[in-house]
């Protein structure tokens, strides 16, 4: 039986319940009107129509109207050691500005905790709209991103043996989507934070509505090949664009991948040196990509780093084994997690290189924190020391958190390939 809750004040008429799927239209016109109001293409309206999972997705509705919306795609993401670990993917949520602090968001969170757990999924991920929204649920900022803006002309990029190796070719994007998402598979495992994708998201990165390309070229790709294998991939547009000293286009990256730093190499070259440009810009990349190292000049390519992936575990002791760790770990961790209170308490986590555990344990503790710090550290790209400097991991045992940090790391830094 489906379950709903009532929301806010006794007197209030609001309701939260699962979504059905002939109510999508209103429900998500209540997301975008929140969002601005500027309605998407057809053609997204169409894929998230598709992607929507209406069973995983909450409106708070009164009467006809809907005051809120939250969804929960089912993903499966690499953890370190290279798993496959059920997630929730956190998203489309919003409130109508007119039920500002009547609790509808909390309602929400809560109730998809709950599912979340109920469906036996121990990681719940989402991108935040707004960074300061979602701490107080137990999210942490998990992974980071780099924004470059490249000045083309003064930077060189200098390319490892093998580069040369590389032949590149044009091709359609929808052409030669099977071949693009095969190298992406490949990758999938190799880096915490990346999605493995399941049905109908390979159509995401083809989305191209005119109304999206800010004047630049319709999408473009590239495709490169190794001893007749294709092991790379970029998809980009060109804006064009001329002055009194000649043309000044950019190059707009939307999407790269190689499976071997030759293929990665001669993609960005061929980027860089793309006739009638003098700009590069790429978002949303790794921030340990090779490409940063090989830069002439750094400066001119004026990276900002931002956070992207916001993680937060909803079963501790499960989500902490599905992952292996870089050094031996023995630790227990005292957690505070007011919102999900099932995670509360001291566990006990062994593990090293090959597999760990984490159980519930009567021990004193090693280190005290909250969900959120340990959200925030489980992929390997937020140090457990530099959190403990900045006073939000309490040291009980000595020595434990250089222990617990070590272990936690990764050499691969994790990255979100895209949105969702």
Known sequence: ????????????????????QDEWDKWYGTLVRAFSGVPESAEELALFKALTEADRSLGVWEGDDCVGT?????????????????????????VAATHRRRGVLTSMMRRQLDDVRSWGEPLAVLTASEPAIYGRFGYGAATFQIHAEIDTNRVRLSVPDGTDDVRLRYAAPADVLDACEAVYARLVPGRPGMLARRPGWERLGLL????????????????????????????????????????????????????????????????????????????GR?????????????????PVLRDALYVRLVDVGAALTARTYQTPVDVVFEVEDAFCPWNAGRWRLTGDAKGASCERTSDSADLALTVRELGAAYLGGVSLASLGAAGRVREVRRGALAEASAGFGSDVAPWLPHGF
């Open 1 to 20: 039986m489906e379950r709903s809750r009532g929301i806010g004040d006794d007197d209030s008429t609001a309701e939260l319940r699962v979504l059905r």
């Open 70 to 94: 939250a969804g929960a795609f089912s993903f499966r993401m690499t953890v370190p050691g290279g798993a496959e670990v059920a997630a929730a993917g956190v998203t489309m949520v919003s």
């Open 208 to 283: 191209d509505p005119e109304s999206g390309r800010e004047g630049a070229s319709p999408l473009q790709c590239v495709v490169a090949r190794r001893d007749g294998e294709v092991t790379g991939y970029a998809r980009f547009r060109v804006r064009p664009a001329w002055g009194a000293e000649g043309p000044g286009g950019t190059v707009v990256v939307e999407d790269l991948a190689g499976l071997d730093p030759a293929t990665d190499a001669a993609l960005w070259r061929f980027l860089f040196d793309i006739d009638l440009t003098s700009v590069l810009t790429a978002r």
């Open 286 to 302: 790794p921030v340990d990509e090779a490409w940063q190292h090989q830069v002439s000049d750094i400066r001119r390519c004026r």
